[in-house]
């Protein structure tokens, strides 16, 4: 018996393609002065049936996630705040009911409007982080 490796992920096909357009997607964020480093991670996500990628935004404690919903053909995206950075992929531990009923959904292969809906919410995302006033102690 012979065994193969593979580098599939378990990811499915929809999540595969909106990935690959993101890619090819550009997010213009204001200057930053703050110093901090802003830029997205990728990693694989896991949710039970439902599999995608989960975009790590790094100066923030923020990630979108999206795949194909385990119920129908559509695509999920979930932006969330975790609870610490994730040095490893999130986990459903980081996730509030609250943020799963701010899902939103968009039909099979409507990937423009699901990339959409992500670059939106990336730019808001740091336009708030590099707008945050810091702390007073």
Request: cysteine-free; glycine content about 6%.
């Amino acid at each position: 018996m012979e065994l193969t490796f593979t580098k599939d992920l378990g990811i499915k096909a929809q999540s595969e393609a909106l990935l690959a357009l993101l890619t090819e997607t550009f997010v213009k964020i204001p200057d930053n002065k703050k110093g901090s480093l802003y830029s997205i991670q990728t990693r694989p996500w896991y949710n039970g049936r439902e599999t995608g990628y989960a975009l790590l935004l790094l100066g923030t404690n923020r990630v979108i996630t999206f795949g194909e919903n385990r119920n129908s053909d559509t695509i999920f995206v979930d932006v969330w705040l975790t609870k610490m950075y994730p040095f490893n992929p999130p986990t459903i531990d980081n996730y509030t009911e609250e943020d799963y009923q701010n899902r939103k959904f968009f039909g099979a292969y409507d990937f423009n409007a699901a990339i959409e809906h992500i670059v939106e919410s990336i730019t808001k995302i740091y336009e708030e982080a590099i707008n945050e006033k810091p702390e007073e102690k």
